[in-house]
């Protein structure tokens, strides 16, 4: 049967794949200053808006009844981590800003942050689809399972469907056929 935390482990395999395209960038030297601003729109709306949505609004909540501390252990760490990812992200955005008025440096800005929001993401969903989700699998029933997808598909039913789910992974897989 689905899981919720199967739910996450599947959006993890595109979140993965957009990361391997992150640092394909860098290693090739791209230059396109519209693949950067694509890759900050699927993390802000498919990575961060829709994924971690569901982990800091849903899960994390529930493994919270259940004696998870959001102030310190693996739910702490997670959260952090993704204050962490954002923060890369705006990186990412003010190097595309600059590279847009010509500015010095304004790549070495950009692959510095797409390369530490790549390797910070691919440690963290390491840790999670190992430690965390089992742990969790562990501490909810099949009915709290079930209610979570309930509630992540009202999630994504109110996403903008330009960056829904199906949406997110079209538009991954192109960028996969440019720099993969
Ligand atoms: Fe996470
Ligand atoms: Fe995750």
């Known amino acids: 049967m689905e899981t919720a935390t199967h739910n996450l482990e599947n959006d993890h395999i595109h979140i993965l794949r957009l990361t391997d395209i992150m640092l394909a960038m860098v290693e090739k030297g791209s230059g396109e200053v519209n693949h950067f601003a694509e890759i900050v729109n699927l993390i802000r709306k498919f990575a961060d808006g829709f994924h971690h949505a569901k982990e800091e609004d849903l899960l994390f909540p529930l493994l919270g009844q259940k004696g998870f501390s959001p102030e310190q252990g693996p739910v702490a760490v997670m959260l952090h981590e993704h204050v962490q990812g954002r923060n890369y992200v705006k990186g990412i955005s003010e190097g595309i800003e600059k590279l847009r008025k010509g500015g010095d440096g304004a790549l070495d800005t950009i692959y510095e942050n797409i390369s530490g929001y790549a390797n910070l993401l691919q440690n963290h969903i390491g840790?999670?689809?190992?430690?965390?989700?089992?742990?969790?699998?562990?501490?909810?029933?099949?009915?709290?399972?079930?209610?979570?997808?309930?509630?992540?598909?009202?999630?994504?039913?109110?996403?903008?469907?330009?960056?829904?789910?199906?949406?997110?992974?079209?538009?991954?897989?192109?960028?996969?056929?440019?720099?993969?």
Do not use: G
């Open 127 to 180: 840790k999670e689809n190992n430690i965390l989700f089992r742990m969790a699998d562990q501490a909810l029933s099949a009915e709290e399972q079930q209610n979570l997808l309930t509630r992540f598909a009202e999630v994504e039913n109110s996403l903008d469907p330009e960056f829904n789910a199906e949406s997110a992974i079209i538009k991954i897989n192109q960028l996969a056929t440019i720099y993969l």
